[in-house]
């Protein structure tokens, strides 16, 4: 029996001091990065039970009925007589979707590719993670007990290059930039992992996986190291359907080498080169390949199989296809994720967003020019596989989009109607029924924006069970600021036309001071050559 992860034993080829995992919720701040704080995952895992989702349609009179006959259209089309239906979602492996069932019931052992820390995170990185950190919300909500696991690459080329490049350590430059990465995720309102493990922490492990593979006659030994032969896994290429390369593909990692048995191969353990860092073992003095850091961390975390694993499309060849390859090379078992689930990228003028590509806005550059809450709503109101085009216009749509909700919230009267209380649940219903459909957030808000239209034509004002509606969504989605005290657009546009009025009069001090009374009450505005522009902080 696999021992529990408090329970492990530590190889000598784990560094002193440096636990499994780190916790999001840890009771006193961390230490150095290199060094935190350790938790369990089986008590990640047991962190307070969620609320279990209660979303069947509720008893709505004949005339709310009728009055959502639209929101009807929108519900999910395998809903019938009244009755809920399960959550299901498309499964890359199978291509098809599915109804979503756990290893073990009630539980979810959630991994996503996680960063390599050598450079500050772009929005195309906030896409991905925003949209995980939803599908972690909607399973919590729906009463799952989730341990939600992202990697940390602080050992690869890349960080050395660029370590190489400003002339400093490896280990601080990683650092480093795992620090921005986590505040970054924090100021875009994702706070659903619970495990952040780094590789250097599980050197160990990744060596004990490679001599597995070794012995399974998986792996052979050239004079850089030991690499993976393809030839030996007969199912590679089953989760894209291919074994060759595409425009696509992330591949910023090739490992070249005129010995290699196939062209694909790739390295498991890179034998020790001057000027970069090593660990010695079993292996000899190297240090891990990039695709072994992810199975290794997982098996130590989940076990040789878990429930979902995620990340951006572009990571499905090679990069998934070579964890699928090691880790049920290695245990015997398959698959190695029973679901697999995959964004779209975030464009800019037709091509993906890449550090390589150099079209990248970073998110902390991002966040200076708009609200963490529109940014959200951007990734959000697109479904997880589509790619998503970042424009001007996309966030200026997303905005409207926002102002919409929140004025609409303010309409929200003290007392409900037996039509308004159930003309709600039933936008209510939709909203559900539309995320339990492969987490399809457009139908899910196109069903409260179909809510909203019918209720401002409705000569019934919305009432608590509108907010209480408002409040699920927004636990959820994190896109809307719904307050009491909010200023209204109109008065906020009354106050931006005085001070354009005052800047024409060259009347600064007075410009000054309006912007200043919009600062005090959350309001950040930004003037731009098509005109100014403004949003809540």
């Known amino acids: 029996m696999r021992a529990r992860l408090d329970e492990r034993p530590r190889t000598a080829h784990r560094r002193v001091g440096t636990p499994l995992l ?16 350790g938790v369990p995952a089986s008590q990640a895992a047991s962190r307070g039970a969620r609320r279990r989702l209660r979303h069947g349609p509720g008893a709505a009179s004949c005339s709310a009925r009728q009055s959502s006959a639209r929101l009807d259209r929108l519900r999910h089309p395998h809903q019938q007589g009244g009755q809920a239906v399960a959550l299901t979602l ?4 199978t291509n098809v979707k599915e109804a979503f069932t756990t290893r073990n019931a009630g539980v979810v052992e959630m991994f996503v590719c996680g960063p390599t820390v050598y450079d500050l995170s772009h929005v195309g990185h906030a896409k991905t993670y925003t949209q995980f950190d939803l599908v972690a919300r909607y399973l919590r909500r729906s009463g799952y007990r989730v341990t939600y696991a992202q990697n940390i ?36 309102g994702n706070t659903s992992v619970d495990v952040y493990a780094r ?110 694993h995620g990340g951006a499309v572009d990571l499905i060849f090679p990069h998934h296809e070579a964890e699928i390859a090691q880790m049920e090379s290695a245990s015997g078992a398959a698959p190695l994720a029973r679901y697999w689930m ?18 990248f806005t970073t998110i902390r550059d991002a966040l200076v020019h708009t609200d963490y809450r529109t940014l959200r709503y951007v990734f959000l109101s697109q479904h997880y596989r589509s790619s998503t085009d970042y424009t001007a216009e996309t966030i200026a749509q997303a905005q409207a989009a926002r102002r919409r909700v929140e004025n609409f919230a303010r309409t929200i009267t003290t007392a409900d109607t037996t039509e308004s209380a159930g003309r709600a649940q039933d936008a209510r219903t939709a909203f559900f029924t539309r995320l339990d459909d492969d987490f399809d957030t457009p139908g899910a808000l196109a069903a409260l924006f179909e809510y909203i239209r019918e209720t401002n034509r409705s000569t019934t004002a919305p009432g608590p069970a509108a907010s209480r ?49 919009l600062a005090a009450k959350g309001i950040t505005i930004e003037d731009t050559p098509e005109g100014t522009r403004w949003w809540r902080t």
């Open 22 to 37: 780190e916790s999001r919720n840890s009771s006193r701040p961390p230490q150095c990065p290199g060094h935190p704080e």
């Open 90 to 93: 498309y499964n890359t492996l």
């Open 153 to 188: 690459t602080d050992v690869d080329d890349k960080i050395i290059r660029r370590a190489q490049e400003i002339e400093t350590d490896p280990r601080e430059l990683a650092t480093k930039y795992e620090q921005q990465y986590r505040d970054d995720m924090t100021a875009l």
């Open 199 to 308: 590789a250097h922490d599980h050197i160990g492990d990744i060596i004990e996986q490679v001599q597995q593979l070794i012995a399974r006659g998986h792996a052979y030994q050239l004079d850089d190291g030991w690499y993976f032969d393809l030839a030996s896994f007969g199912e590679y290429g089953k989760l894209s359907g291919r074994t060759d390369v595409q425009p696509e593909d992330s591949l910023s990692r090739i490992d070249e080498h005129a010995g290699k048995r196939n062209p694909g191969d790739f390295a498991l353990w890179k034998a020790r080169k001057p000027g970069e860092p090593y660990w010695d073992g079993a292996l000899g003095e190297g240090r891990p390949g990039w695709h072994i850091e992810d199975t290794a961390i997982t098996n130590a975390l989940f076990g040789p199989q878990y429930d979902l």
């Open 342 to 359: 995959h964004t779209g990228l975030l464009r800019v003028d037709g091509s993906k967003m890449s550090k390589s590509l150099g079209n």
């Open 469 to 517: 509606f408002l409040d699920e969504v927004n636990a959820l989605l994190d896109t809307f600021e719904i307050t009491a005290d909010q200023e209204t657009d109109s008065t906020i546009d009354a106050a931006l036309q005085r001070r354009e009025q005052h800047r024409r009069n060259k009347e600064y001090a007075a410009a000054d001071a309006i912007r200043d009374e």
